[in-house]
């Protein structure tokens, strides 16, 4: 099983919400990421976790609060967002942070109106 | 800052031609280096990589890529292309012992069938 599952697929929220993106996998990887993808640019690294403890925050705003339950979970909880965080969320996961590909799931495609 | 270049932004060609895409990166010390592949409406796929050894890769789909350490290069090359190859190339390095995950932004091919 090489797959990263999300869910949901797609999230409409108001900028009053509190919502949360998940993400699993199950190939026994111990570093998993969250991205964010606008509209015809690259993802841009938003978090990463290594062995469910978080290694690196790219400076991104307290509105976005990553949490890693377990070595499988990942989740992006939101709350008190505004409409230009309107975007692609991607997770990925790999081996280890180091020296390893990552593997992508398929995105939430998140709409704040 | 590390940053990562790709020499074109939309490329178009007809099936059968041949590919070269473009990927320059800045960081100077050791690297690992992906080509990823987003089509239409589909999550990120990995093409093919590098981390040592013959400098000359091979991935998936008949896609294969140079590192030439000494141009700070890693393009991307196909012999002829299909109209499935349609498609968004990012080229992406992680450094600094994954430290720094950074992707390109992106080549757009279409390929005209």
């Known amino acids: 099983d090489t797959e990263v599952t999300q869910t949901p697929k797609h999230l409409v929220m108001g900028m009053t919400n509190k919502k949360s993106l998940k993400c699993e996998q199950h190939?026994?990887?111990?570093?998993m990421y969250w991205y964010k993808q606008k509209a015809k640019k690259p993802p841009e690294l938003m978090f990463v976790?290594?062995?469910?403890?978080?290694?690196i925050n790219e400076s991104v705003p307290s509105r976005f609060s990553p949490e890693c339950p377990n070595s499988s979970l990942l989740n992006l909880h939101l709350h008190a967002l505004q409409p230009e965080d309107s975007a692609l969320y991607l997770c990925?996961?790999?081996?280890?942070?180091?020296?390893?590909?990552?593997?992508f799931g398929p995105g939430t495609r998140l709409t704040v109106t | 800052a590390q940053s990562v270049s790709q020499h074109n932004h939309h490329v178009i060609l007809s099936e059968a031609a041949s590919l070269e895409l473009g990927c320059n990166y800045s960081?100077?010390?050791?690297?690992?280096l992906f080509w990823y592949v987003q089509y239409p409406g589909q999550h990120l796929q990995l093409l093919l990589k590098?981390?040592?050894?013959?400098?000359l890769v091979k991935g998936i789909k008949g896609f294969e890529a140079e590192f030439i350490k000494s141009k700070f290069s890693f393009n991307l090359r196909k012999p002829s292309v299909q109209w499935s190859d349609t498609a968004e190339y990012f080229c992406?390095?992680?450094?600094?012992?994954?430290?720094?995950?950074?992707f390109g932004p992106g080549t757009r091919l279409s390929v005209l069938p």
């Open positions: 990925a996961s790999s081996q280890q942070v180091v020296d390893y590909e990552q593997y």
């Open positions: 190939m026994g990887h111990r570093a």
């Open positions: 976790y290594s062995y469910e403890k978080l290694s």
């Open positions: 960081y100077g010390g050791t690297v690992n």
């Open positions: 590098y981390f040592s050894g013959d400098p």
């Open positions: 992406a390095v992680n450094a600094n012992y994954g430290q720094n995950f950074v």
